[in-house]
């Protein structure tokens, strides 16, 4: 199983990132699917979930109102659209396929894979 993130980069305060997570091995349709973020000093969060129905979504507070996440089945691919960017958007971005129902929590024991990261850099 392969979990890869791309899309990451160096934007300025109030661009737009589309982050995308493609997945081999694995079919993302049975899992719930997450965005984690890290940024250095700081624990690891949640900000973005989708269902693996795909009809309920759940965000950080951070991120409600600026970030959409969405899921292709036929693809197998997560995304996340970031629009407004911030400088404290900062971070590596993290893609995880988790158990469903661990979505609303934003659960890390619910993880049962994650990607390698991406990196995403908000300039001021």
């Known amino acids: 199983v392969q979990v890869v993130e791309s899309g990451g980069g160096l934007v300025q305060a109030g661009g737009s990132l589309r982050l995308s997570c493609t997945a081999s091995?694995?079919?993302?349709?049975?899992?719930?699917m997450g965005w984690f973020r890290q940024a250095p000093g700081k624990e690891r969060e949640g900000i973005a979930c989708?269902?693996?129905?795909?009809?309920?979504?759940y965000y950080a507070d951070s991120a409600k109102g600026r970030f959409t996440v969405s899921r292709d089945h036929a693809k197998n691919t997560l995304y996340l659209q970031m629009d407004s960017l911030k400088p404290e958007d900062t971070a590596m971005y993290y893609c995880?396929?988790?158990?469903?129902?661990?979505?609303?929590?934003?659960?890390?024991?619910?993880?049962?894979?994650w990607g390698q990261g991406t990196q995403v850099t908000v300039s001021s």
């Open positions: 091995g694995l079919n993302i349709g049975g899992f719930d």
């Open positions: 989708i269902e693996w129905i795909g009809t309920n979504t």
């Open positions: 995880a396929a988790l158990y469903v129902g661990s979505c609303q929590a934003f659960s890390r024991t619910g993880v049962v894979y």
